[in-house]
């Protein structure tokens, strides 16, 4: 009998050490995913640990990753505040390079402009068909209906001498030094729409001004 409960005592404290092992595992495991060092952070394999020598990217590591689609669809919730964005470069703008198009991947419309901070200057084009994530805060542009009323006037001006050229003969009107501008020709129809229904006398277009941006594949 006394054998017996010699047992069955060694059973209980052998369980409750295996089970104490197991939550020290666990709550370890634990530890080393939420203090992972991201790639970026790394610097020739070394963790930075000085916060001197700790890159942008690592700084904003808490950021919440959104789609420009979610920016564009929920700027207000977002306006002036950083955040980081992940996107497809559907573009990069010729005219000056400081700004690229992006859509959430490369199948989808443009949704969300981003544009270079004085510090950054202007974007490489080699950005082009890339997924970039961009950290910058959003911020607002109010297009006005006497905005959208000139814009659309001058649009019609130009369409109306494109159409003069062609019927004198000159053949087909170039784009002006081999592409066209960013932005130009577009489409208020969405826009005046968008102003009636929600009794607006402007269109926010949200953007995202850019302070550091890591190229992802």
């Given at each position: 009998r006394k054998v017996k409960m010699k047992r069955k005592f060694l059973m209980i404290v052998l369980s409750a050490f295996l089970f104490s092992c197991g939550n020290s595992e666990k709550k370890s495991n634990e530890s080393t995913s939420s203090d992972e060092v991201p790639a970026c952070c790394k610097n020739k394999g070394n963790e930075a640990t000085s916060s001197d020598n700790v890159p942008e990217c690592c700084k904003n590591k808490g950021l919440e990753m959104l789609f420009p689609s979610e920016v564009s669809a929920k700027g207000d919730s977002y306006l002036g505040k950083e955040v980081a964005v992940r996107g497809f470069v559907k573009k990069v703008c010729h005219c000056s390079g400081k700004k690229c198009q992006l859509a959430d991947n490369d199948e989808s419309e443009v949704s969300?402009?981003?544009?270079?901070?004085?510090?950054?200057?202007?974007?490489?084009?080699?950005?082009?068909?890339?997924?970039?994530?961009?950290?910058?805060?959003?911020?607002?542009?109010?297009?006005?209906?006497?905005?959208?009323?000139?814009?659309?006037?001058?649009?019609?001006?130009?369409?109306?001498?494109?159409?003069?050229?062609?019927?004198?003969?000159?053949?087909?009107?170039?784009?002006?030094?081999?592409?066209?501008?960013?932005?130009?020709?577009?489409?208020?129809?969405?826009?005046?729409?968008?102003?009636?229904?929600?009794?607006?006398?402007?269109?926010?277009?949200?953007?995202?001004?850019?302070?550091?941006?890591?190229?992802m594949d």
């Open positions: 969300l402009t981003v544009f270079a901070n004085d510090e950054i200057g202007k974007f490489s084009q080699e950005l082009t068909g890339k997924n970039v994530k961009y950290i910058g805060v959003v911020k607002e542009n109010r297009i006005t209906k006497e905005m959208i009323a000139a814009e659309e006037a001058k649009q019609a001006e130009e369409a109306a001498k494109s159409n003069q050229n062609c019927d004198n003969g000159q053949g087909e009107v170039k784009e002006e030094k081999g592409h066209k501008h960013c932005g130009k020709n577009k489409d208020y129809s969405k826009m005046k729409k968008w102003m009636e229904e929600n009794k607006k006398d402007y269109y926010p277009v949200y953007y995202v001004e850019v302070k550091n941006f890591e190229v």
